[in-house]
Protein backbone atom coordinates (compact mmCIF):
# COMPACT_ATOMS: atom_id res chain seq x y z
CA UNK A 1 0.00 0.00 0.00
CA UNK A 2 1.56 3.31 -1.18
CA UNK A 3 1.03 5.93 1.70
CA UNK A 4 1.83 10.04 0.68
CA UNK A 5 1.90 12.29 3.30
CA UNK A 6 2.03 16.27 3.45
CA UNK A 7 4.70 18.11 5.49
CA UNK A 8 6.78 21.47 5.36
CA UNK A 9 9.70 22.35 3.76
CA UNK A 10 12.39 20.61 4.77
CA UNK A 11 14.54 21.78 7.69
CA UNK A 12 17.59 21.62 9.52
CA UNK A 13 17.24 21.32 12.86
CA UNK A 14 19.58 21.54 15.93
CA UNK A 15 18.75 19.11 18.56
CA UNK A 16 18.63 22.01 21.10
CA UNK A 17 15.33 23.20 19.96
CA UNK A 18 13.99 19.91 18.07
CA UNK A 19 10.72 20.49 20.45
CA UNK A 20 10.18 23.28 18.74
CA UNK A 21 8.91 21.29 15.60
CA UNK A 22 6.38 18.45 14.95
CA UNK A 23 7.27 15.93 12.67
CA UNK A 24 4.19 13.75 11.53
CA UNK A 25 5.08 11.00 9.47
CA UNK A 26 3.04 7.40 8.29
CA UNK A 27 3.31 4.20 10.41
CA UNK A 28 2.84 1.58 8.34
CA UNK A 29 1.75 -2.16 9.66
CA UNK A 30 3.76 -4.75 7.65
CA UNK A 31 3.15 -8.43 7.82
CA UNK A 32 6.91 -9.75 7.83
CA UNK A 33 7.38 -13.71 7.96
CA UNK A 34 8.43 -15.30 10.74
CA UNK A 35 12.19 -15.52 12.25
CA UNK A 36 13.22 -12.24 9.83
CA UNK A 37 13.49 -10.01 13.46
CA UNK A 38 15.99 -10.15 15.60
CA UNK A 39 15.26 -11.55 18.83
CA UNK A 40 15.14 -9.06 20.97
CA UNK A 41 16.58 -9.98 24.79
CA UNK A 42 13.82 -8.36 26.28
CA UNK A 43 11.15 -9.02 23.87
CA UNK A 44 9.35 -11.73 21.62
CA UNK A 45 10.11 -10.72 18.55
CA UNK A 46 11.18 -14.08 17.31
CA UNK A 47 7.24 -14.64 17.32
CA UNK A 48 6.46 -11.49 15.15
CA UNK A 49 4.59 -11.77 11.76
CA UNK A 50 3.44 -7.96 12.17
CA UNK A 51 5.42 -4.97 12.80
CA UNK A 52 5.30 -1.42 12.91
CA UNK A 53 7.35 0.90 10.53
CA UNK A 54 8.41 3.96 9.36
CA UNK A 55 10.57 5.36 6.33
CA UNK A 56 13.11 7.48 6.21
CA UNK A 57 16.54 8.45 4.52
CA UNK A 58 20.00 8.06 6.19
CA UNK A 59 23.78 9.55 4.63
CA UNK A 60 24.57 11.47 2.08
CA UNK A 61 23.61 11.38 -0.13
CA UNK A 62 20.61 9.69 1.34
CA UNK A 63 19.89 5.89 1.46
CA UNK A 64 15.99 5.09 1.87
CA UNK A 65 15.20 3.08 4.80
CA UNK A 66 12.82 1.39 6.09
CA UNK A 67 12.86 0.79 10.33
CA UNK A 68 10.25 -1.20 12.90
CA UNK A 69 8.98 1.42 15.58
CA UNK A 70 10.09 -0.29 18.56
CA UNK A 71 9.32 1.57 22.16
CA UNK A 72 10.79 -1.68 23.81
CA UNK A 73 14.35 -1.25 23.03
CA UNK A 74 16.71 1.27 23.22
CA UNK A 75 19.86 1.30 20.43
CA UNK A 76 18.42 2.02 16.42
CA UNK A 77 20.14 -0.06 14.60
CA UNK A 78 20.87 -0.50 10.50
CA UNK A 79 21.81 -3.83 8.79
CA UNK A 80 25.21 -3.15 6.83
CA UNK A 81 26.20 -5.75 5.72
CA UNK A 82 26.04 -5.59 2.09
CA UNK A 83 26.84 -8.84 1.12
CA UNK A 84 23.21 -9.92 1.97
CA UNK A 85 21.28 -11.26 -0.79
CA UNK A 86 17.77 -10.26 -1.37
CA UNK A 87 17.82 -7.80 2.27
CA UNK A 88 17.47 -4.15 2.37
CA UNK A 89 20.84 -2.81 3.92
CA UNK A 90 22.43 0.14 4.81
CA UNK A 91 25.72 0.61 2.62
CA UNK A 92 28.15 2.86 4.87
CA UNK A 93 30.71 3.14 2.14
CA UNK A 94 28.92 4.95 0.13
CA UNK A 95 27.78 7.89 2.58
CA UNK A 96 30.24 10.83 2.90
CA UNK A 97 28.74 12.03 6.57
CA UNK A 98 28.94 8.22 8.32
CA UNK A 99 31.67 8.13 11.00
CA UNK A 100 32.37 5.22 13.09
CA UNK A 101 32.39 5.63 16.98
CA UNK A 102 36.20 4.88 18.65
CA UNK A 103 36.23 2.94 21.80
CA UNK A 104 37.63 5.77 23.83
CA UNK A 105 34.92 8.12 22.87
CA UNK A 106 31.95 9.05 25.93
CA UNK A 107 29.30 7.67 23.33
CA UNK A 108 30.95 4.08 24.03
CA UNK A 109 32.27 4.19 27.57
CA UNK A 110 29.62 5.62 29.30
CA UNK A 111 26.07 6.20 26.82
CA UNK A 112 25.93 2.22 26.39
CA UNK A 113 25.58 1.70 30.30
CA UNK A 114 22.02 0.26 29.84
CA UNK A 115 22.99 -2.25 27.16
CA UNK A 116 22.48 -6.18 28.51
CA UNK A 117 26.30 -6.82 27.18
CA UNK A 118 28.51 -3.58 27.57
CA UNK A 119 30.24 -2.20 24.16
CA UNK A 120 33.53 -3.48 23.70
CA UNK A 121 36.90 -2.64 21.55
CA UNK A 122 37.80 -3.98 17.97
CA UNK A 123 40.48 -4.69 16.19
CA UNK A 124 40.21 -1.69 14.81
CA UNK A 125 39.68 0.71 17.82
CA UNK A 126 35.89 1.05 16.72
CA UNK A 127 33.17 0.39 19.45
CA UNK A 128 31.81 -3.07 18.94
CA UNK A 129 28.20 -3.80 20.70
CA UNK A 130 26.53 -6.98 20.43
CA UNK A 131 23.12 -7.72 21.05
CA UNK A 132 21.84 -10.76 22.16
CA UNK A 133 18.63 -12.35 21.56
CA UNK A 134 16.03 -14.85 23.09
CA UNK A 135 17.14 -17.63 21.10
CA UNK A 136 20.74 -17.47 21.85
CA UNK A 137 21.30 -15.98 18.59
CA UNK A 138 23.46 -12.30 18.29
CA UNK A 139 23.73 -9.22 16.31
CA UNK A 140 26.49 -7.24 16.21
CA UNK A 141 28.19 -4.60 14.80
CA UNK A 142 29.91 -0.89 15.00
CA UNK A 143 27.96 2.16 16.68
CA UNK A 144 28.50 5.02 14.29
CA UNK A 145 27.02 8.56 13.76
CA UNK A 146 25.00 9.27 10.36
CA UNK A 147 23.01 11.66 9.27
CA UNK A 148 18.90 10.75 9.65
CA UNK A 149 16.46 12.74 7.32
CA UNK A 150 12.95 12.35 9.03
CA UNK A 151 10.28 13.49 6.99
CA UNK A 152 12.24 15.96 5.48
CA UNK A 153 13.90 17.12 9.09
CA UNK A 154 17.62 16.78 9.10
CA UNK A 155 19.19 15.13 12.17
CA UNK A 156 22.77 14.92 12.00
CA UNK A 157 25.75 13.35 14.35
CA UNK A 158 22.73 10.67 15.11
CA UNK A 159 24.10 7.99 16.59
CA UNK A 160 23.28 3.92 15.49
CA UNK A 161 24.04 0.15 15.05
CA UNK A 162 25.92 -0.52 11.82
CA UNK A 163 24.95 -4.14 12.67
CA UNK A 164 26.45 -7.04 10.53
CA UNK A 165 24.36 -9.36 11.43
CA UNK A 166 20.81 -9.63 12.72
CA UNK A 167 18.57 -10.90 10.40
CA UNK A 168 17.30 -14.84 10.25
CA UNK A 169 19.65 -16.50 7.63
CA UNK A 170 16.91 -17.72 5.83
CA UNK A 171 17.27 -16.69 2.52
CA UNK A 172 13.69 -17.68 1.40
CA UNK A 173 12.17 -14.92 3.84
CA UNK A 174 12.63 -11.65 2.15
CA UNK A 175 11.83 -8.83 4.52
CA UNK A 176 11.24 -5.40 3.70
CA UNK A 177 12.92 -3.93 6.95
CA UNK A 178 16.37 -2.44 6.83
CA UNK A 179 16.72 -2.29 10.63
CA UNK A 180 14.97 -1.14 13.84
CA UNK A 181 14.00 2.31 15.90
CA UNK A 182 14.63 2.20 19.37
CA UNK A 183 12.23 4.67 21.38
CA UNK A 184 12.64 3.47 24.85
CA UNK A 185 13.66 6.18 27.26
CA UNK A 186 17.92 5.36 27.17
CA UNK A 187 20.00 7.58 26.56
CA UNK A 188 21.17 6.45 22.83
CA UNK A 189 17.13 5.87 22.03
CA UNK A 190 15.79 7.93 18.88
CA UNK A 191 13.58 9.76 21.07
CA UNK A 192 16.58 10.68 23.68
CA UNK A 193 18.94 11.99 20.97
CA UNK A 194 16.77 13.84 18.90
CA UNK A 195 15.27 16.07 21.94
CA UNK A 196 11.64 15.43 21.59
CA UNK A 197 9.73 15.99 25.22
CA UNK A 198 7.30 13.59 23.73
CA UNK A 199 5.87 11.56 20.63
CA UNK A 200 2.58 9.79 20.35
CA UNK A 201 1.47 7.10 17.52
CA UNK A 202 -1.87 5.85 16.15
CA UNK A 203 -2.11 2.08 14.54
CA UNK A 204 -5.02 1.72 12.28
CA UNK A 205 -6.39 -1.63 12.62
CA UNK A 206 -8.15 -2.12 9.03
CA UNK A 207 -6.20 -0.10 6.18
CA UNK A 208 -2.58 -0.36 7.70
CA UNK A 209 -1.96 3.33 8.10
CA UNK A 210 -1.59 4.96 10.45
CA UNK A 211 0.54 8.17 12.42
CA UNK A 212 3.71 8.84 14.21
CA UNK A 213 3.99 12.14 15.29
CA UNK A 214 7.11 13.22 16.93
CA UNK A 215 7.17 16.47 18.88
CA UNK A 216 4.15 17.99 20.66
CA UNK A 217 1.16 17.68 18.69
CA UNK A 218 -0.73 20.24 20.92
CA UNK A 219 -4.17 19.10 18.86
CA UNK A 220 -7.60 18.44 21.48
CA UNK A 221 -9.55 17.73 18.36
CA UNK A 222 -10.22 14.18 19.58
CA UNK A 223 -11.15 12.49 22.40
CA UNK A 224 -9.33 14.52 25.71
CA UNK A 225 -6.85 11.39 26.94
CA UNK A 226 -6.31 9.34 29.91
CA UNK A 227 -3.15 9.69 31.53
CA UNK A 228 -1.42 6.85 33.86
CA UNK A 229 2.23 8.07 35.29
CA UNK A 230 5.77 6.35 34.27
CA UNK A 231 6.95 4.69 36.60
CA UNK A 232 10.13 4.80 37.13
CA UNK A 233 12.48 3.16 39.82
CA UNK A 234 16.42 4.25 40.30
CA UNK A 235 17.73 1.12 41.74
CA UNK A 236 19.06 -1.35 39.29
CA UNK A 237 17.51 -4.86 40.10
CA UNK A 238 18.26 -7.82 37.91
CA UNK A 239 14.33 -8.26 36.09
CA UNK A 240 13.19 -4.45 35.73
CA UNK A 241 13.96 -2.56 32.66
CA UNK A 242 14.72 1.09 33.80
CA UNK A 243 14.17 2.90 30.56
CA UNK A 244 11.01 1.08 29.34
CA UNK A 245 7.38 2.62 29.29
CA UNK A 246 6.17 1.39 32.79
CA UNK A 247 2.85 1.27 33.84
CA UNK A 248 0.72 0.01 36.68
CA UNK A 249 -1.81 -2.12 35.99
CA UNK A 250 -4.31 -2.75 38.85
CA UNK A 251 -7.12 -4.95 36.98
CA UNK A 252 -8.30 -6.44 34.44
CA UNK A 253 -11.93 -6.52 33.36
CA UNK A 254 -13.88 -8.75 31.63
CA UNK A 255 -16.98 -7.16 30.12
CA UNK A 256 -18.33 -5.46 33.29
CA UNK A 257 -17.11 -8.69 35.31
CA UNK A 258 -13.54 -7.23 37.58
CA UNK A 259 -11.50 -10.31 38.11
CA UNK A 260 -10.72 -11.40 41.57
CA UNK A 261 -6.71 -10.92 41.44
CA UNK A 262 -4.87 -9.37 44.59
CA UNK A 263 -3.06 -6.10 43.59
CA UNK A 264 0.57 -7.53 44.49
CA UNK A 265 0.23 -9.74 41.46
CA UNK A 266 0.54 -6.38 39.38
CA UNK A 267 3.30 -5.33 41.63
CA UNK A 268 7.05 -5.80 40.85
CA UNK A 269 8.38 -7.67 43.31
CA UNK A 270 12.18 -7.17 45.01
CA UNK A 271 14.22 -8.39 41.75
CA UNK A 272 12.00 -5.86 39.38
CA UNK A 273 9.69 -9.25 38.31
CA UNK A 274 6.20 -8.20 37.44
CA UNK A 275 6.43 -4.55 35.69
CA UNK A 276 3.87 -3.83 33.03
CA UNK A 277 5.92 -2.35 29.68
CA UNK A 278 4.43 -1.13 26.94
CA UNK A 279 5.82 -1.99 24.17
CA UNK A 280 5.47 -1.97 19.91
CA UNK A 281 7.60 -4.27 19.08
CA UNK A 282 5.66 -6.88 20.23
CA UNK A 283 3.04 -8.05 18.69
CA UNK A 284 0.56 -9.60 21.34
CA UNK A 285 0.06 -8.81 24.94
CA UNK A 286 1.59 -10.90 27.40
CA UNK A 287 0.24 -11.44 31.36
CA UNK A 288 1.84 -13.48 34.32
CA UNK A 289 0.64 -16.72 35.40
CA UNK A 290 -2.18 -15.82 37.75
CA UNK A 291 -3.71 -12.70 35.88
CA UNK A 292 -3.43 -15.16 32.53
CA UNK A 293 -5.24 -17.67 34.39
CA UNK A 294 -7.47 -16.15 35.67
CA UNK A 295 -8.17 -13.99 32.55
CA UNK A 296 -8.49 -17.52 30.22
CA UNK A 297 -11.38 -18.80 32.85
CA UNK A 298 -13.02 -15.63 32.89
CA UNK A 299 -13.16 -15.40 29.02
CA UNK A 300 -13.96 -19.04 28.13
CA UNK A 301 -16.68 -19.10 30.85
CA UNK A 302 -18.39 -15.98 29.44
CA UNK A 303 -18.21 -17.47 25.19
CA UNK A 304 -18.61 -21.20 26.35
CA UNK A 305 -22.15 -21.07 24.04
CA UNK A 306 -20.36 -18.85 21.68
CA UNK A 307 -16.95 -20.31 20.71
CA UNK A 308 -15.72 -24.06 20.63
CA UNK A 309 -12.70 -24.56 22.18
CA UNK A 310 -9.50 -26.22 20.40
CA UNK A 311 -9.09 -28.77 22.43
CA UNK A 312 -5.53 -30.12 21.23
CA UNK A 313 -2.74 -29.93 24.02
CA UNK A 314 0.06 -30.06 21.60
CA UNK A 315 -1.37 -27.17 19.74
CA UNK A 316 0.46 -23.49 21.75
CA UNK A 317 0.60 -20.60 18.76
CA UNK A 318 3.93 -18.76 18.97
CA UNK A 319 4.27 -20.73 22.42
CA UNK A 320 2.40 -18.86 24.63
CA UNK A 321 -1.10 -18.59 23.51
CA UNK A 322 -2.93 -22.22 24.47
CA UNK A 323 -6.33 -21.09 24.28
CA UNK A 324 -7.83 -20.88 20.74
CA UNK A 325 -11.03 -21.99 19.50
CA UNK A 326 -12.56 -23.64 16.09
CA UNK A 327 -14.50 -20.98 13.92
CA UNK A 328 -16.32 -22.30 10.77
CA UNK A 329 -13.95 -21.12 7.57
CA UNK A 330 -17.00 -20.07 5.63
CA UNK A 331 -18.17 -17.98 9.15
CA UNK A 332 -17.52 -14.51 7.87
CA UNK A 333 -17.65 -12.60 10.88
CA UNK A 334 -17.14 -13.58 14.59
CA UNK A 335 -19.65 -13.68 16.86
CA UNK A 336 -19.74 -10.86 19.68
CA UNK A 337 -17.19 -11.36 22.03
CA UNK A 338 -16.73 -10.11 25.66
CA UNK A 339 -14.07 -6.81 25.90
CA UNK A 340 -11.01 -6.96 27.65
CA UNK A 341 -10.42 -3.98 29.75
CA UNK A 342 -6.74 -3.45 31.24
CA UNK A 343 -6.80 -1.04 33.68
CA UNK A 344 -4.39 1.02 34.93
CA UNK A 345 -3.68 3.80 37.27
CA UNK A 346 -6.08 6.59 36.41
CA UNK A 347 -6.54 4.89 32.52
CA UNK A 348 -7.55 2.03 30.97
CA UNK A 349 -7.27 -0.09 27.49
CA UNK A 350 -10.72 -1.66 26.09
CA UNK A 351 -9.83 -4.66 23.37
CA UNK A 352 -12.71 -5.63 22.01
CA UNK A 353 -14.35 -7.55 18.66
CA UNK A 354 -12.11 -8.72 16.41
CA UNK A 355 -8.67 -7.71 17.97
CA UNK A 356 -9.62 -10.90 20.50
CA UNK A 357 -9.02 -13.48 18.84
CA UNK A 358 -6.08 -13.83 15.97
CA UNK A 359 -6.67 -16.16 13.07
CA UNK A 360 -3.47 -18.62 13.08
CA UNK A 361 -3.10 -18.68 8.88
CA UNK A 362 -2.51 -22.25 7.70
CA UNK A 363 -4.22 -24.23 10.38
CA UNK A 364 -7.19 -25.96 9.37
CA UNK A 365 -9.33 -28.32 11.29
CA UNK A 366 -11.66 -30.36 9.14
CA UNK A 367 -14.05 -27.63 8.08
CA UNK A 368 -13.21 -24.90 10.72
CA UNK A 369 -10.33 -22.24 11.23
CA UNK A 370 -7.69 -22.30 14.23
CA UNK A 371 -8.19 -18.58 16.28
CA UNK A 372 -6.33 -17.70 19.12
CA UNK A 373 -6.69 -15.58 22.69
CA UNK A 374 -4.38 -12.79 21.57
CA UNK A 375 -3.51 -12.61 25.62
CA UNK A 376 -0.50 -15.14 26.21
CA UNK A 377 1.08 -16.00 29.61
CA UNK A 378 4.31 -14.84 30.10
CA UNK A 379 4.83 -17.67 31.60
CA UNK A 380 5.51 -20.04 29.08
CA UNK A 381 8.08 -18.35 27.83
CA UNK A 382 10.30 -17.60 31.13
CA UNK A 383 9.38 -13.94 30.85
CA UNK A 384 9.48 -11.97 33.75
CA UNK A 385 7.08 -9.08 33.28
CA UNK A 386 3.78 -8.05 31.46
CA UNK A 387 3.72 -6.64 27.82
CA UNK A 388 1.18 -4.70 26.16
CA UNK A 389 2.00 -5.11 22.53
CA UNK A 390 0.62 -3.71 19.40
CA UNK A 391 -2.02 -5.35 18.65
CA UNK A 392 -4.22 -4.40 21.77
CA UNK A 393 -2.99 -0.57 20.86
CA UNK A 394 -4.77 -0.57 17.55
CA UNK A 395 -7.34 2.09 17.12
CA UNK A 396 -5.64 3.87 20.77
CA UNK A 397 -4.14 7.53 20.29
CA UNK A 398 -0.76 6.66 22.54
CA UNK A 399 0.83 9.49 23.68
CA UNK A 400 4.58 9.18 24.95
CA UNK A 401 4.98 12.27 27.38
CA UNK A 402 8.77 12.04 28.18
CA UNK A 403 8.71 15.65 30.26
CA UNK A 404 5.85 14.65 32.50
CA UNK A 405 6.60 11.09 32.94
CA UNK A 406 3.25 10.02 31.42
CA UNK A 407 1.65 8.02 29.22
CA UNK A 408 -1.99 9.08 27.64
CA UNK A 409 -4.37 6.81 25.63
CA UNK A 410 -7.67 7.85 24.36
CA UNK A 411 -9.86 5.48 21.99
CA UNK A 412 -9.75 6.50 18.34
CA UNK A 413 -10.16 6.25 14.61
CA UNK A 414 -6.47 6.01 13.51
CA UNK A 415 -7.05 6.34 9.90
CA UNK A 416 -9.26 9.24 10.40
CA UNK A 417 -6.18 10.42 13.21
CA UNK A 418 -4.02 10.18 10.36
CA UNK A 419 -6.21 11.82 7.66
CA UNK A 420 -6.16 15.08 10.09
CA UNK A 421 -2.48 15.19 10.20
CA UNK A 422 -2.05 15.27 6.60
CA UNK A 423 -1.31 11.27 6.28
CA UNK A 424 -3.24 9.71 3.37
CA UNK A 425 -3.33 6.16 1.86
CA UNK A 426 -4.14 5.28 -1.97
Known amino acids: MHLSFCLADP????KSNATAKM????????EIPSGSLPRSPDKLSFTHNVTLTVSLAVGSPPQNVTMVLDTGSELSWLLCNTTRVNRPVFDPTRSSSYSPVTCSSPTCTTRTQDFSI??????????????SYADASSSEGNLALDTFNIGGSIFSDTIFGCMDSGFSSNTDEDSKTTGLMGMNRGSLSFVSQMGFKKFSYCISGSDLSGVL??????YTWFLPLNYTPLIQISTPLPYFDRVAYTVQLEGIRVEEKLLQL??????????GAGQTMVDSGTQFTFLLGPAYTALKNEFMDQTRTILRVLDDPNFVFQGAFDLCFLIPVNQTSLPTLPSVSL????AEIKVSDNRLLYRVSGEVRGNDSVHCFTFGNSDLLAIESYIIGHHHQQNVWMEFDLEKSRMGVAQVRCDLAGQRFGVYHH
Do not use: W, Y
Open 343 to 346: MFRG
Open 118 to 131: PASCDSKNLCHAIL
Open 11 to 14: MVIK
Open 262 to 271: PKSIFEPDHT
Open 213 to 218: LLGDSN
Open 23 to 30: LVLPLKTQ
